[in-house]
């Protein structure tokens, strides 16, 4: 069984995710928080597996929670909970090891997907358009692009170059390997051989990356 903690000063919203969540049956919501400090009480007292996490909350914010997170050895994983405007904030968390983020009003099936991969220790993003918006908003230092176009042009494959962008685009493993005409096992290999040489550990990282060398433009 999967613990669950959701930490939103909505009640509306918590319920919403209490009913989608109690209708799986390897998903269960032990508590509920209305802000941070609350928030990070309750972790500290039920020890859940996964944190659904909004950002923008009275007395402490998300970021301020994910902070007070990084400070502990044996802290939950966390899915950030955001919506359209709060693409900066996103980012900010992402940096802050967030293990991913989920719209608001993500499809029921979609939130479940996600709690379980950010609980296999898999990034979970939003839809491919989403994801991009975000992304997008991580580019804006010319340097930094010259530089990842150098080391990208430098070190990846063709093929690797290929699977890279396909993953950057919000593409699973499986529809990779479908419009690749490539193996599971190959499509994996690929993307650990593309984070090594990228220096990243996951797939947001590896997707701002990407983004950065310019190999998405015109796509």
């Not at 509920?32 to 909004?54: K, R």
């Not at 899915?79 to 904030?89: G, I, K, P, Q, S």
């Not at 979609?110 to 979970?124: M, Q, S, T």
């Amino acid at each position: 069984m999967i613990t669950v903690l959701l930490v939103d000063d909505d009640a509306m919203v918590r319920t919403g995710l209490r009913m989608i969540i109690g209708g799986d049956e390897e998903l269960e919501v032990v508590g509920e928080a209305g802000d941070g400090e609350t928030g990070l009480t309750m972790i500290d007292e039920l020890s859940p597996d996964v944190v659904l996490l909004d950002i923008r909350m009275p007395v402490l914010d998300g970021l301020g929670v994910l902070e007070r997170l990084s400070e502990l050895d044996d802290a939950p994983r966390v899915l950030v909970l955001t919506t359209f405007n709060t693409d900066d904030y996103v980012l900010r968390a992402l940096r802050k090891q967030a293990q991913g983020f989920l719209l608001k009003d993500a499809d029921p099936p979609e939130i479940v997907a996600a709690i379980k991969a950010v609980h296999r220790g898999d990034p979970a993003l939003s839809p491919p358009a989403v994801t991009a918006t975000v992304i997008a908003a991580a580019t804006d230092n010319a340097k930094a692009v010259s530089t990842a176009k150098k080391q990208l042009a430098q070190q990846l494959t063709g093929r690797e170059r290929e699977v890279a962008v396909l993953m950057a685009r919000g593409l699973t493993n499986a529809e990779i390997g479908s419009r690749l005409f490539l193996s599971l096992a190959t499509v994996k290999a690929n993307l650990s051989r593309i984070f090594t040489k990228l220096d990243v550990d996951n797939r947001v990282s590896a997707a701002m990356a990407i983004r950065d060398a310019g190999l998405l433009d015109g796509i």
